[in-house]
Nanobody, 127 residues
Framework: QVQLVESGGGLVQAGGSLRLSCAAS????????MGWFRQAPGKERELAAA????????YYLDSVKGRFTISRDNAKNTVYLQMNSLKPEETAVYYC????????????????????WGQGTQVTVSS
């Protein structure tokens, strides 16, 4: 079992920045690929970014490329999502998720394999 706890959400104006954190516990963090999903009201959950256990491989949703950066610190069992130039349409609950193993960008993008989830943190971007 892996327990995940997100933090760092809040209210920000359009064009602003937020940094989300996800603290993991329970298993060897470095054995897991990590992802940040988001779900806006009335919309399906989508994978915004993901990172391999080593940090060598990453995946980004096309709409966030160049603005979001995912990173991890295996010594601190924490994964981060730096979000810049936020848009009102990115208002959503952001979830941290994990799946055992690691691999290529294609592997990271396979959303159905993420089996561990945090409780989510609300991000609200005002216009």
């Amino acid at each position: 079992q892996v327990q995940l706890v997100e933090s760092g959400g809040g209210l920000v104006q359009a064009g602003g920045s937020l940094r989300l954190s996800c603290a993991a516990s329970g298993r060897t963090f470095s054995n897991y690929a990590m992802g940040w999903f988001r779900q806006a009201p009335g919309k399906e959950r989508e994978l915004a970014a993901a990172i391999s256990w080593s940090g060598d491989n990453t995946y980004y949703l096309d709409s966030v490329k160049g603005r979001f950066t995912i990173s991890r610190d295996n010594a601190k069992n924490t994964v981060y999502l730096q979000m810049n130039s936020l848009k009102p349409e990115e208002t959503a609950v952001y979830y941290c998720a994990a799946k055992r193993g690691s691999g290529s960008e294609y592997y990271l993008s396979r959303t159905y394999e993420y089996g561990y989830w945090g409780q989510g943190t609300q991000v609200t971007v005002s216009s």
